[in-house]
């Protein structure tokens, strides 16, 4: 990386850092576009080449995310199906994490206590949906505009939903990767 990008890229993690420490001090919506860049010491206009958008300031993984979650349906380990790739990835990004690191609990709470960053955040994450259906379907074989993959890429991104703001998260989303694994009849037969 050349010295323009790290300074890019330093100024991005600048801005980034600053806003999170703010929104966790004061509150999403206690802390203006002016205050991060000022905290950052960058203008505006910087900030905004580097987020578009205020809620972008919080969620500056993204592109590590989706490829965490193809790696897991394309390094699964031999055997495994898709479904309990999904599963495991599931469980261990989008439910585990959030309870070991008080930093990350911190992060949720004020993600998931903030109207505008929890609908951008999920958002967010089914923008990961063409590509996790394209991955799901090179591994299982089949073309690539197969709507089975489509079904299952959007449900398995949906899962965690069924999690949000409960305490019994890890059993919530294993029972929605239950039902994508075997299917309704396969969960509650006859009904």
């Known amino acids: 990386m050349g010295r323009r990008e790290r300074k890019k890229a330093a100024t991005r993690q600048a801005l980034a850092e600053a806003a999170l420490r703010l929104f966790l001090e004061r509150g999403y919506d206690q802390v203006g576009i002016r205050d991060i860049a000022d905290a950052a010491d960058v203008s505006t206009t910087t900030l905004f080449k580097h987020f578009p958008v205020k809620e972008a300031l919080v969620f500056d993984e993204d592109a590590e995310q989706e490829t ?8 699964r380990r031999q055997g495994q199906s898709v479904v309990a790739a999904l599963r495991e990835h599931a469980l261990r990004y989008r439910v ?47 073309p690539a505009d197969d709507p089975d ?7 398995a991104l949906e899962a965690p939903r069924a999690a949000r703001g409960r305490a019994d998260r890890h059993e919530r989303v294993s029972r929605a990767f239950d039902l994508l694994e075997r299917g309704w009849n396969g969960i509650r037969p006859g009904v």
């Open 68 to 75: 965490l979650l193809l790696t897991a349906v394309r390094e």
């Open 96 to 142: 585990e994490a959030r309870g070991g690191d008080a930093e990350f609990a911190d992060f949720a709470e004020l993600v998931e206590g903030t109207p505008a960053l929890r609908d951008y955040a999920q958002n967010m994450w089914l923008r990961h949906e063409s590509a996790l259906a394209r991955a799901i379907a090179e591994a299982t074989g089949v």
């Open 149 to 155: 993959c489509a079904a299952l890429a959007h449900f």
